[in-house]
């Protein structure tokens, strides 16, 4: 099988959404994307692009997606954010996956970041592992927080 992985363009935004709408069913959150095609277009091929993506190619079909930004860790630097790596169920075990890590590791390698981050659920023991393999190493003492739109807007009202 020959996996072909490319920076993607903004005509593949609809098979990318169709990916992260996959990926949200496997992590059983299905109801949870909020994303449209036209927000992906914008936010990543405008003047100021907010993400990279890539995509892995099996047939001219794409059957996997790496999406990734920039951040700044106030220790080391500039860093990358793996936001999703996702592939199709029917495509995984086949090496799609480890194509994408690659070339999002290629890629910070290339922009000279000095850390590469993202989060895996605890579940999820077959990333784990890989991640593991790949020399990677899982922070079992950090606790990602976050906050959703009506938890900041209500914080917000209270704080005024």
């Known amino acids: 099988m020959d996996i072909h992985i490319r920076k993607a363009e903004k005509s ?20 949870a994307v909020q994303i449209t095609v036209s927000d992906l277009e914008k936010a990543g091929f405008g003047a100021n692009p907010l993400f990279t993506c890539f995509v892995a190619e099996v047939d001219a079909e794409v059957v996997g997606m790496a999406l990734v930004y920039f951040r700044f860790s106030t220790w080391v630097g500039q860093t990358v954010h793996l936001e999703d790596l996702v592939v199709q169920e029917r495509m995984r075990g086949k ?32 990333a784990i592992k890989f991640y593991e393999r790949s020399g990677a190493t899982i922070l079992n003492n950090w606790w990602q927080v976050e906050m959703n739109e009506a938890s900041l807007h209500n914080y917000l009202k209270r704080n005024k």
């Open 95 to 126: 090496g799609v996956g480890e194509a994408l890590y690659t070339k999002v590791m290629e890629y910070a390698d290339e922009q000279g970041v000095k850390r590469v981050q993202w989060v895996v659920l605890d579940w999820n023991k077959g």
């Open 12 to 31: 593949d935004m609809q098979a990318v959404l169709d990916l992260i709408i996959e990926l949200a069913v496997y992590e059983k959150e299905p109801d």
